[in-house]
């Protein structure tokens, strides 16, 4: 380690005060600085060196992910777990990123969560030129941009410190420019962070309508606060000229700008989401003429405009390609000597109204749950056994996170599970969560994690809960039923192998059998390294059997509540025992559980698949 | 809003309440009357509360209300909690010997609601209780629960025997149909009796 040249290189530049940076590799350094110990991310061009950079500090784990939504959801995992963690990735990465990231804006984080987009104006070396900063808007999250090196390098600290005050992932918003451009950075003294623990909260971390709809308003309470510190900010800075015309601009075009009017006024927007109105209108103060500078999208313009007050923009400044000051100074110039607008008052949007959630009358609640006879209960049931965190995923096994089994710590988007799992785990060095996934879930987007917890060397447990359906939304067909539309079949995917054709450990047991799945799991979490444990049990909706009744001897059962526990709709609590209810199919889960020997079947029926 | 009547049907996921819902709308339909409908069922197979709308008038713009004029529960708890969409001098329709325990009534941590009566009385709401089960069983078919109380309903609603039988061959299987209008005959007769009674 200590031969490699590049480490070497870099220790001896950071002896000296200054570095000479690129705006990546600033990012970077800031990130290690502000106690970040957990990177990863995708490549992409303006964004890869950030990553690459960020390996070589001491103390950071790094590692690529097999694409930007995983990235973010392991990012997830080890914010979780306690870790400053930064994700990087290109403009279009957050496209692919985005499904995490707008649940993610109301879970928040543990510790703090950056997630670094370079955008590249002029598709230099892109398929498409898009504006990273209309994601800040659509999810209600703040928006950092560095216009110099020294920026990247400081603003990192700010990103985090702005994670954790407001519980929010916060995206920085670097360009081409910034990314590949290079300067003088002059460290800062590290920062001291101490790690938090983690605190399992399903209200926070487990997304089902019922906790996502409390969360949603703290997402609009929050914006409101964010607005609110971006008008006291020292990111955001009035910075004072001798014209009568005033630039309100970020980013690089700051650096543009800055350079083709060095009398204008400046209103420098490092935390361009959400707006400071009132900064702003402050610089209308001080000036007759204003102009927003920016490249593509008239990000800043619209709510310019939106306030009432006159401003130059897209119709001047280009809205598609990069800028430089000759471009700025030649669309804004002839500007100058036209007449000034009449001066308007500024009209502050309020903030919003956040609807009421209604009282519901005080009645006994009858949330969904998991179906009488749903075999997949004996996992939840069997896990209980361990002391694991559970990474949940989208499906109706989610129902096993509800009281009394109470088996799962997070549920995020489709196939997220695994993605948490794996940086969770790495992130505390263990195998301290399994991730639990549906096979339609699988299907939809548990592969690419898979993989990529494979290839970063996860220790970690994904239990595939395999019902051979999509059964949440009433039983569609997926690859591994061959199922199609019009219920005809083509080929079924087998999950087995389809993991060992990765190189992942596989074991696939009967859910219907607890004694087997118990010793299974147990085997499976004793055992180093990652594997899949396919749990099978076609969906009982689907199926609905009749293997018979469970009846109670009430002489033997003592009330102990071992079978209350598993949620079964079909077991009553009594005044001496516990009775069993009609919806009961037989499928005897309770009877395993039970230590007294007080239930048994009866009237065995015969099997009656639909 | 005046001119658009709302019924809100309630229950548990598997009791009917979306064939009950189409039934009305095609009733009102057959009636020459504009509907509209609206449904939650996300997870209607997994025994949580459903909730289905149907509005029918002249003119009718939303299809959903917080406030309805006519409830139709097909179980007693869930009548309880539909009563917070009535107004005085609403009607609520309930299965009220129906009783399907959530599984924290099951576990015994919260206690089941019993005297409906008490409750529709203090909110100044009509209460239609309907044995709705053994009309069903009467019937021909337990699952015809959301039928028999929709014949009980049907006496509280404008429209008259012709347009509910269009309703009932429009929206329910042929397969099933005629134990479902059994069943929608004895209800119907059930509240008709109890009318009759009435001082």
């Known amino acids: 380690m200590f031969d490699n040249p590049e480490r070497l290189r870099l220790q001896s530049v950071a002896m000296e005060r200054t570095l000479f940076l690129s705006g990546n590799e600033a990012i970077a350094h800031g990130a290690a600085r502000a106690a970040t110990t957990f990177a990863c991310g995708y490549p992409g061009t303006p964004s890869t060196e950030i990553l690459e950079t960020v390996a070589r500090l001491e103390g950071v784990h790094a590692e690529w992910c097999v694409n930007e939504k995983v990235a973010l959801e392991t990012a997830v995992g080890a914010s979780r777990a306690g870790r400053r963690t930064l994700v990087t990735m290109k403009h279009v990465g957050l496209n692919v990123a985005a499904d995490p990231l707008l649940t993610l804006t109301q879970t928040g984080v543990n510790a703090g969560l950056v997630i670094v987009s370079a955008d590249d104006p002029n598709m230099n070396s892109s398929q498409n030129e898009q504006d990273s900063r209309n994601y800040a808007k659509f999810v209600k999250i703040p928006m950092l941009e560095p216009s110099d090196c020294q920026e990247a390098y400081d603003f990192m600290a700010e990103a985090f410190a702005l994670s954790e005050e407001f519980d929010t992932p916060v995206l920085l918003r670097s360009t081409t420019r910034v990314s590949h451009g290079r300067g003088q950075v002059v460290p800062g003294v590290p920062i001291a962070f101490e ?132 471009v700025v100074f030649r669309a804004l110039e002839p500007y100058l000597s036209r007449r000034a607008p009449r001066r308007r008052r500024p009209v502050f949007p309020p903030a919003p109204r956040i609807a009421d959630v209604p009282p519901a009358p005080e009645l006994p609640v009858r949330p969904p749950v998991l179906c009488a006879g749903c075999k997949h209960r004996s996992v939840f049931s ?168 469970v009846v109670v001897d009430e002489e033997r059962c003592n009330l102990c509540g071992l079978c209350l526990d598993i949620g079964c709709p079909a077991i009553a609590s009594g005044e001496d025992a516990v009775s069993i209810t009609d919806a009961c199919t037989g499928c005897a889960l309770c009877i395993e559980v039970c230590r007294r020997g007080a239930l048994s079947l009866a009237g065995s029926g015969a099997e009656d698949a639909r | 809003m005046s001119g658009v009547t709302t019924v809100s049907l309630v229950g548990v996921g598997g009791q009917g309440i979306l064939l009950g819902a189409a039934i009305i709308a095609e009733t009102a339909s057959a009636a020459g009357l504009r509907v509209k409908t609206s449904e939650v069922h996300g997870m209607a197979q997994r025994g949580g509360t459903v909730v289905s709308t149907v509005r029918f008038g002249e003119l009718v713009w939303s299809p959903v209300s917080r406030h309805a004029d006519v409830v139709i529960a097909t179980e007693l708890l869930e009548g309880h909690r539909g009563l917070a969409l009535l107004a005085p001098g609403g009607v609520l329709i309930c299965a009220t010997t129906t009783r399907i325990s959530p599984g924290s009534v099951l576990r015994r941590e919260q206690v089941y609601p019993e005297d409906l009566r008490a409750a529709a009385d203090a909110r100044g709401v009509r209460l239609i209780a309907v044995d709705a089960e053994a009309l069903a069983r009467e019937a021909g078919a337990l699952r015809a629960v959301n039928v028999a109380l929709l014949g009980a309903a049907s006496a509280v609603m404008p429209f008259d025997a012709a347009a509910w039988q269009r309703g009932l061959v429009a929206a329910v299987p042929a397969k099933i149909l005629e134990v479902n209008e059994r069943a929608f005959a004895l209800g119907r007769d059930v509240v008709h009796g109890e009318e009759t009674r009435a001082p």
């Open chain 1, 382 to 549: 069997a896990l209980r056994r361990h002391k694991l965190a559970a990474m949940g995923d989208i499906g109706c096994y989610m129902l096993g996170a509800d009281a009394p089994l109470s088996a799962l710590d997070s549920s995020l988007c489709m196939g997220a599970s695994i993605g948490i799992m794996a940086g969770f785990n790495k992130a505390l060095g263990r195998k301290a969560s399994v991730a639990v996934i549906g096979d339609s879930t699988f299907f939809h987007s548990g592969i690419t994690p898979l993989i990529s917890a494979y290839y970063n060397q996860v220790d970690g447990l994904v239990m595939i809960l395999d019902n051979r359906t999509t059964a949440m939304t009433g039983h569609q067909g997926h690859p591994g039923s061959g199922v199609h539309p019009d219920l005809s079949e083509g080929p079924e995917i087998d999950i087995q192998k389809l993991c060992e054709g990765i190189g992942v450990r596989c074991v696939t047991v009967d859910a219907a059998d607890y004694g087997a799945l118990v010793a299974a799991l147990k085997t499976e979490v004793d055992t180093p390294g990652l594997s899949v444990f396919v749990a099978q049990a076609p969906c009982a909706l689907w199926v609905r059997e009749d293997l018979g009744q």
């Open chain 1, 195 to 326: 790690s938090p623990d983690y605190v399992k909260d399903v209200t926070k971390y487990l997304m089902v309508p019922q906790h996502a709809r409390l969360r949603n308003r703290l997402v609009i309470e929050r914006l409101q606060r964010l607005r609110a510190r971006a008008e006291e900010s020292s990111l955001n800075v009035l910075e004072a000229g001798t014209a009568d015309f005033g630039i309100i601009t970020s980013g690089i075009s700051y650096a543009y700008a800055r350079e083709a009017f060095p009398a204008a006024w400046f209103l420098k927007l490092g935390m361009s989401h959400p707006l400071p109105y009132h900064k702003v209108a402050q610089l209308y103060q001080h000036v007759s003429r204003v102009a927003v500078v920016e490249e593509l999208d008239p990000f800043l313009e619209e709510q310019v405009r939106m306030l009432g007050l006159p401003v130059i923009g897209k119709e001047a400044i280009p809205a598609n390609g990069e800028l430089d000051q000759d």
